[in-house]
T-cell receptor
């Protein structure tokens, strides 16, 4: 257990379905992230939430919709996905979204949700 | 924009041999972090480097940050089968960009 819990671990959904991925962190961190990991591609940042702002990657399609009701919970709502959206979706948290010279601001990742779109 | 390049993409080594992966940037890095992801697992934070020329060690792992803060390296001495996985460098500038990773395979 990493302190960041993601559910479900595996998800198979049709292109017309609506589903949500959930992430919960128990580390007292103030920032949370969604990353997408596809085969043979680098980790892609999708969304960042800190206490002050949501930072969005402009290349993320609108069929992905994040929600962060508080600093401990993060959701990724999925709607009318495409087969190419199949990937491992990783949630992470950290104490500071960026910067922080001299301190440990490493990310703690959850185990991920393996998503297959059929 | 800034791009972090990681080399090599793959490395197969015999158990007991050394291994090094490099992370290079076209611009100055603020901080650099290193992560390891085991096959089927998730990335795990290893270390953060902040200062120019900084060197840190964790048992058989040695991490370096270049003098110009444009490159970093991870060196593993005498690899073991438990070292297999993908090693990522991570640039903590505004783009929060991960390198593509180096996949390490260790033959016993």
């Amino acid at each position: 257990e990493t302190g960041v819990t993601q559910t479900p671990r595996h998800l198979v959904m049709g292109m017309t379905n609506k589903k949500s991925l959930k992430c919960e962190q128990h580390l007292g961190h103030n920032a949370m992230y969604w990353y997408k990991q596809s085969a043979k591609k680098p980790l892609e940042l999708m969304f960042v939430y800190s206490l002050e702002e949501r930072v969005e990657n402009n290349s993320v399609p609108s069929r992905f919709s994040p929600e962060c009701p508080n600093s401990s919970h993060l959701f990724l709502h999925l709607h009318t996905l495409q087969p190419e959206d199949s990937a491992l979706y990783l949630c992470a948290s950290s104490q500071d979204p960026r910067g922080g010279v001299g301190a440990n601001y490493g990310y703690t990742f959850g185990s991920g949700t393996r998503l297959t779109v059929v | 924009g800034q791009q972090v390049m990681q080399i090599p993409q793959y490395q197969h080594v015999q158990e007991g041999e050394d291994f090094t992966t490099y992370c290079n940037s076209s611009t100055t890095l603020s901080n650099i972090q290193w992560y390891k992801q085991r096959p089927g697992g998730h990335p795990v934070f290893l270390i953060q480097l902040v200062k120019s020329g900084e060197v840190k060690k964790q048992k058989r792992l040695t991490f370096q940050f270049g003098e110009a803060k444009k490159n970093s390296s991870l060196h593993i001495t005498a690899t073991q089968t438990t070292d297999v996985g993908t090693y990522f460098c991570f640039d903590k500038d505004d783009k929060l960009v991960f390198g593509a990773g180096t996949i390490l395979r260790v033959k016993s």
